[in-house]
């Protein structure tokens, strides 16, 4: 089982973050001079995306859809580009209180004492499709689940709303067409025990690092390469360091509306519904403009010069089939991945 993130996290890292977090003044501001009843609140929301990626507008979709929902009683200030640090750090800020929101990776806070269920979703081809995956992630088991999960580290999932990309293989040297072309690469992936494990059982070379770092650690050959989707990889500009790409859709994930636990108790019955309702809104503006940026990506892969491969699949799936079980009721319930890819594949 993983430690709690904050015992592993050094003292440098959460000072970092609350630093950077803290920078931008108090996170929920009370109304000055208005009655009680017109009392105008703000909350942060964060990603570490881009400025102008899928995301951003679904962000800035957000804040319109909550002002409007609430009258403008509840406002919304967007921070993109990790301004309000890396993914640890707005983990801690949320679970502290000092940041009220985050749009990431919709498992996220799985490295937590507490969340690991949620490393369910990244057992590789557990879900058949993107939106199966959003329509199983926002069920009434999961809700219960994030609900339970809120409870234990304090980070409230308010919905896993917003279609990804699929992962695929970005790398330096390729082209990936079978697991074994893998073999021995170094690739960055995300902090996760059950994505570590199945790209070790195809014999890659794990290095986990920040979002923020990939970039200079692939032109430097720290690592030979990624495994995000186009949604996060175009936008930053791995296709300049890292010319090749397979297809291997071995993660279908989603985008997660987070929010502190803190900051959802102090928000009324109405104000909580209005959240959650935009959410889902502006889910949309994710889903819709990354399956344009999926279209539009294969083109500026082809204008950089880089290799585009669709690979055997079902090679990948089968020599990654067996990682995720040593984790089967340990981080979740024994039989969880059997009944999840039953409702998803039919």
Request: aromatic share 8%.
């Amino acid at each position: 089982m993983r430690k709690d993130t904050s015992s592993r996290q050094s003292s440098r890292s959460v000072i970092l973050g609350r630093r950077g977090l803290i920078a931008g003044g108090a996170t929920f501001v009370m109304g000055k001079g208005r009655p009680a009843r017109a009392q105008s609140r703000t909350v942060r929301i964060a990603s570490i995306a881009m400025t102008n990626s899928p995301w951003h507008f679904a962000m800035n979709k957000f804040r319109d859809e909550v002002a409007q929902r609430t009258n403008g009683t509840l406002k919304v200030q967007v921070f993109m580009d990790g301004q309000l640090g890396d993914m640890s750090q707005m983990t801690s800020g949320l679970q502290l209180g000092v940041l009220d929101m985050a749009y990431i990776g919709a498992t996220t806070p799985q490295t937590l004492k507490g969340a690991e269920t949620l490393s369910i979703c990244y057992v590789p081809y557990i879900f058949s499709s993107v939106a199966s995956a959003e329509e199983i992630c926002n069920n009434e088991e999961f809700m219960a689940l994030y609900d339970k999960i809120a409870k234990a580290v304090g980070i409230r999932t308010v919905g896993a709303w917003g279609q990804r990309s699929a992962r695929a293989f970005n790398t330096s040297r390729g082209p990936i067409v079978t697991p074994a072309d893998a073999k021995g690469l170094r690739l960055r992936i995300p902090l996760s025990d059950v994505v570590e494990a199945s790209f070790q059982a195809i014999g890659v070379q794990v290095v986990p690092m920040g979002m923020l770092e990939i970039y200079t650690a692939i032109s430097r050959g720290t690592v030979d390469g990624q495994d995000n989707g186009f949604d996060l990889s175009v936008p930053a500009h791995f296709y300049e360091v890292a010319k090749y790409w397979s297809a291997t859709d071995h993660i279908f994930e989603l985008v997660g509306w987070f929010i502190s636990e803190r900051t959802w108790q102090k928000l009324g019955t109405e104000e909580q519904a209005a959240v959650s309702a935009a959410a889902k809104e502006a889910g949309k503006v994710t889903t819709e403009l990354t399956k344009k940026l999926d279209a539009d990506s294969l083109e500026i892969l082809k204008a950089n010069h880089c290799t585009y491969t669709i690979p055997e699949r079902d090679k990948f799936r089968e020599a990654m089939a067996n990682a995720h079980k040593k984790f089967d009721g340990v981080y979740w319930p024994a039989g969880m991945v059997e009944r999840i890819r039953k409702l998803s594949y039919g």
